[in-house]
């Protein structure tokens, strides 16, 4: 933030960076019984942060970014809590399930196979331990998403699987259960939500292995099919190692602050 204020004239901006890391990895920023209430805490956390520094509690001036599932939280906030933010930075941000979760599916039954029912309960009651000991980085994940999208208490487990782990067949409900949290099918019902933003800023990398290039792509034209304005940028890049591209949308966030400053000098 210092070099960006100094360098490129960047708006001063107070930024707060919440720690949202669960047992299993993440959340996405929902509110699940699987993992607790992190939608519940990100909202409390603005009402705190507006108690305790001199900010501009408007929606118009707060905006809410991330990268991977936090991309994903940065748009489900701007659908669902749209007279909080007013801008949404996403960078690459979980979208069209199909191609960035499903691939995975065939990683988690492949480690399944190795470990079984006791070695993922075991990986569940401890998962660093279980990282460190060679623990399958994809049941991990595929157990995160499950835990946030198809929490189930009276499972061994805490949730329920959308497939088989034994044969992989897709259990079709609870993939429709999953696929109700994706943003390329859930902005059809926070279309008024999204025309209201400021500023809805989204970039992704050309080879992005999750395949969340394809998701942004679709997203994108589903924006531009109900008129919702937007920017959108793909740049030479993967998934990770792009902390980079903040510069970028910070930048987009300041210039929308300066717009916004500046209309009002012009309205009064």
């Known amino acids: 933030m210092d070099r960006l204020i100094l360098e490129e004239d960047l708006f001063p901006m107070i930024v707060v960076m919440p720690d949202c890391l669960t047992k299993f990895g993440g959340a996405q920023y929902l509110n699940t019984i699987g993992q607790g209430n992190y939608e519940d805490y990100i909202l409390e956390m603005v009402d705190f942060i507006d108690s305790q520094f001199s900010t501009k509690a408007d929606r118009n001036f707060r905006a809410i970014a991330g990268h991977s ?28 399930f199909e191609l960035s979760y499903k691939p995975d599916i065939p990683k988690f039954l492949n480690a399944f196979n190795k470990i079984g029912e006791d070695g993922l309960l075991e990986l569940l009651d401890d998962p660093k331990k279980a990282i460190r000991q060679g623990g399958s980085f994809y049941v991990l994940m595929i157990a995160a998403m499950a835990a946030t999208y198809s929490p189930n208490p009276d499972s061994p487990f805490g949730f329920d699987l959308p497939f088989n782990p034994y044969t992989g067949e897709l259990h079709q409900d609870i993939w429709t259960q999953w696929l109700s949290f994706d943003p390329v099918y859930d902005l059809y019902n926070h279309i008024e939500a999204l025309q209201s933003l400021n500023l809805l800023y ?30 959108y940028e793909e740049f030479e890049g993967r998934h990770s190692g792009t902390v980079y591209r903040f510069d970028v949308s910070l930048t987009a966030i300041s210039d929308t602050i300066r717009k916004i400053l500046n209309q009002g000098q012009n309205d009064d």
């Not at 489900?76 to 933010?85: C, N, Q, S, T």
């Not at 970039?203 to 937007?230: K, T």
């Open 69 to 96: 599932s936090g991309g994903f939280g940065a748009q489900r906030f701007g659908m669902y809590h749209p007279e909080i933010f007013g801008m949404i930075a996403d960078h690459a941000g979980d979208k069209y």
């Open 202 to 231: 989204m970039d992704c990398g050309l080879h992005d292995e999750y395949n969340l290039l394809y998701g942004c792509r679709i997203y994108a034209e589903r924006l531009d099919a109900l008129g919702i304005p937007y920017q």
